[in-house]
């Protein structure tokens, strides 16, 4: 059986390559957090099926869901990583990436264990339509999170996510980012959501919010939230957590790490050994690594 590696090894070269003054708004940090969560966003509690084991988007079913779309920057930016450290499976490394990027960004420091395997055959890769429609409201907020296993407060604190990155206009069809600093983790997405003027956006694209911050003059991008973000604050639930967050930094960061430690966890059946099985039906596995997909047919 194949053993761990050096993982700390592996969280400095993430941590390298996280600045990138060619992309977006200077760091790739925001789209390698996407990637995590949308490899462990298909879980289901109904039937244990779904979740970040496996790293199915290597697989072309998964990988051109068009809710990925745009995550081939992600998985191509960690390619280097993966042909240096060939032993880490792509289910580890992707969600390592993701908790690396957020410590980065000034967030917290999430617990994450390894023993994630890669499957091998796409027998159990989870269907399409898991994730989350940025276009829809609260019942399909609990819907799609529900599946998962989360509550209301979790919901919330997951949102928190958005105070990262942006929307591109060629990839979900949305455009702008949510806060000021995109690239700076904080609880900044929730004061927006409350304190500012939120504008249906006129635009010749999908309905979104359009609002200004304080200081922003005509010139400035300005910030959005999706019907989704929104809905946060219309749902009389939801808007308790909303003012929470806003509220206390310090709650935020310690329910946030609770909630992604728990996302990245989501269909991840470990042996006594530590590892994986590739779904919870299946036979005890080994950490099976799969090669780097430069040089091969599966897609990135
Ligand atoms: Fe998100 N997200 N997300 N999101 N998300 C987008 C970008 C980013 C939804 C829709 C979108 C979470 C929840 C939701 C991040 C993290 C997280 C985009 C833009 C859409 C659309 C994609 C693009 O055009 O490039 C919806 C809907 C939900 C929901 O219903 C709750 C969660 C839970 C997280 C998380 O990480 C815990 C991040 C980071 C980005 C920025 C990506 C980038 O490239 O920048």
């Known amino acids: 059986m194949a053993q761990f590696g050096d993982f700390d090894s592996v969280r400095k070269d993430i941590e390298a390559i996280l600045k990138n003054k060619d992309y977006d708004d200077g760091s790739i940090g925001p789209v390698i957090v996407r990637l995590a969560w949308h490899s462990s966003g298909t879980y289901s509690k109904e039937d244990n099926t779904g979740g970040s084991n496996g790293a199915g988007m290597r697989y072309e079913q998964e990988g051109t869901d068009p809710a990925n779309a745009g995550l081939e920057h992600a998985r191509k930016f960690l390619e280097p990583i993966k042909e240096k450290h060939s032993w880490i499976t792509y289910a580890d490394l ?11 960004m000034g ?3 999430i617990p994450w264990k390894p023993g994630r395997t890669d499957f091998t055959n796409t027998k159990f890769l989870p269907p399409r339509g898991r994730l989350p429609d940025g276009a829809q409201a609260q019942d399909h907020l609990r819907h799609i999170f529900y599946r998962m296993g989360f509550n209301d407060q979790e919901i919330v604190a997951l ?12 990839r979900s069809g949305f455009d702008g ?32 919010y359009s609002a200004r911050a304080p200081g922003m003059d005509e010139d400035d991008e300005p910030l959005m939230m999706l019907p989704t973000d929104y809905a946060l604050i219309q749902d009389p639930k939801f808007r308790e957590w909303v003012e929470k967050y806003a509220a206390d930094r310090d709650l935020f960061f310690s329910d946030f ?6 996302l990245i ?10 590892i994986a099985r590739c779904d919870k039906r299946d036979a005890k596995g080994s950490y ?7 040089g ?5």
């Open 94 to 104: 992707w969600t390592l990436a993701g908790v690396t990027a957020i410590k980065a």
């Open 257 to 262: 790490t609770k909630v992604f430690a728990k």
């Open 296 to 300: 091969t047919s599966t897609k990135l």
């Open 288 to 294: 099976i690594s799969a090669p780097p997909m430069s």
């Open 159 to 170: 949102s928190g996510a958005h105070s990262l990155g942006r929307c591109h206009s060629d």
């Open 177 to 208: 980012p949510w806060a000021v600093n995109p690239t700076r983790f904080s609880n900044t997405y929730f004061k927006h959501l409350l304190e500012l003027k939120w504008e249906p956006r006129k635009w010749d694209g999908p309905f979104q």
């Open 107 to 109: 967030g917290p420091d």
């Open 265 to 274: 966890e989501l269909g991840v059946y470990r042996d006594e050994d530590g």
